[in-house]
């Protein structure tokens, strides 16, 4: 049977890093067809606190590892009915994660190469001499495997941690957008209520603008773009005085030079914030430098509501 192996000091299986993290007993499966094999390996492995289960050949050991799903596979190679390279073959393609330790009397090193390809973990020759090795290789292959389990999980939840994460951003952009549109629609509804045109005067030239744009080529990000800013095209009317915006008759020569002005004024308010403008607030511009950026909103809606009332020919 071997020296029984002394426990050392440190060891992975009692230094209480390695059997604690189990909520109940490793389960080691046995595949072997000679009976005094697997006794001996049970009662070996029950001594260290580990639950085995015994198979007699590889079509019996397949069934129990469907059934039972143990943590740990010791299969012999030569064996009737269905041998351990054929386990092996089936462990690699449906329980990868599953270790497998092949313990054979077969001392062909094409047998061993042709093992490990397959995917066995770990390579003992029979007698095992000393138990000592045996269970060093079920540690170190136990201990691998939950090293790649929790890397595994590790990914998954980082993974989702970033799904998460990125449909937190993902409504935190919606958000911001949906507010950008409030504040830009709300904006110009407030020239529009001075000037007392007619209603929702900003909404229609949104989707008239919307589908000129469409018309042009222009894609769907392009557009709506467009769109949006075209609801300030008139917020420089907030400059003119409300006798000019109120009048019911036709405008003077001096008042329509006045009101003109209301697309160099609706520039001007769609200007980016000055070093001057940051001065004022009591703002560092180093520590505020994207007050000062010219967003692409912003350019577009300043030439929009500059450009408004360009005509044809350039006038």
């Not at 059997?19 to 094999?37: F, G, N, Q, R, W």
């Not at 397949?62 to 740990?72: A, C």
């Not at 596979?73 to 009915?81: F, K, Q, S, Y």
């Not at 400059?239 to 036709?250: A, C, E, F, H, W």
Request: hydrophobic content about 40%.
């Amino acid at each position: 049977m071997g020296v029984v192996p002394t426990v050392q000091p440190g060891s992975i299986l009692y230094c209480g890093e390695f059997m604690s993290k189990a909520t109940e007993p490793y389960v080691i499966l046995t595949i072997d067809d000679e009976p005094l094999i697997r006794e001996t390996f049970r009662f070996y492995l029950e001594d260290f606190g580990y639950r085995v289960l015994e198979a007699e050949n590889g079509r019996v050991g397949l069934e129990v590892i469907e059934q039972h799903l143990p943590d740990l596979v010791l299969v012999d190679l030569r064996m009737p009915e269905v041998d351990g390279l054929d386990v092996l073959k089936v462990m690699k393609r449906t329980y990868p994660d599953i270790p497998v330790v092949v313990v054979s009397g077969t001392g062909f090193i094409g047998d061993a190469v042709e093992a490990l390809r397959l995917g066995a973990w770990n390579y003992l020759l029979k007698p095992v001499e000393d138990l000592n090795m045996l269970i060093y290789a079920i540690e170190q292959s136990l201990d691998k495997a939950r090293l790649i389990r929790e890397n595994k999980e590790y990914r998954e939840n980082l993974e989702e941690k970033v799904r998460l994460r990125t449909g937190e951003l993902n409504r935190a952009n919606d958000l911001l957008s949906q507010t950008r549109m409030q504040i830009v629609f709300r904006l110009g509804k407030t020239a529009e209520y001075r000037d007392k045109v007619t209603g929702r005067h900003v909404v229609r030239v949104s989707c008239y603008t919307r589908i000129i744009a469409q018309a042009l080529g222009l894609d769907k990000d392009e557009a709506d773009l467009v769109a949006m800013c075209s609801a300030l095209h008139d917020v420089g009317k907030l400059g003119v005085p409300d006798y000019i915006l109120n009048k019911p008759g036709r405008l003077d020569d001096e008042e329509w030079a006045i009101m003109k002005q209301h697309c160099r004024m609706g520039q001007e308010i769609l200007s980016p914030l000055t070093i001057e403008d940051l001065a004022f607030m009591q703002k560092d511009n180093d520590e505020c430098a994207e007050l000062l950026s010219d967003s692409r909103l912003l350019k577009t809606a300043r030439t929009i509501a500059y450009s408004h009332h360009e005509r044809w020919d350039g006038k």
